[in-house]
């Protein structure tokens, strides 16, 4: 793989990073964007490594986000299966920070494992 196609998939993992952590602290696109100076769509264009983000605006990122910058970088040197990047991409959307919420919410490891048993069975279908 080259130089530039790893920095694309750099810049798309820092964008996903940056995408989790807005919806999970429940900040749109465009509240994000205010206080950057910046558009909504520069935020998407951030979020899907289409732009790459310099130091000193990811550094504003962390601080509306209420986050250190280091959230966006960890882990990004392991090598990793498409599988899962493909978990860390799923997670970066809506619907895998909602799954991981309702799954924290869950209080037994029995109640737990039939959520996960229906999840299998409707992956089947």
Do not use: H, W
């Amino acid at each position: 793989m080259s130089s530039k196609n790893n920095t694309a998939e750099l810049e798309a993992r820092i964008g996903e990073r940056i995408r989790s952590r807005r919806i999970r602290a429940g900040v749109s696109q465009e509240n994000l964007g205010k206080p950057l100076g910046i558009t909504f769509q520069q935020i998407q264009k951030y979020e899907k490594g289409t732009n790459r983000v310099s130091a000193g605006r990811l550094l504003k990122i962390a601080e509306v986000l209420e986050c250190n910058v280091t959230d966006f970088f960890e882990g990004l040197q392991d090598s990793r299966t498409s599988a899962a990047a493909e978990f860390s991409k799923f997670l970066s959307t809506k619907e895998g920070i909602d799954i991981v919420e309702a799954m924290l919410r869950i209080k037994t490891k029995e109640m737990r494992r039939m959520v996960i048993d229906v999840a299998e069975k409707l992956a089947e279908t």
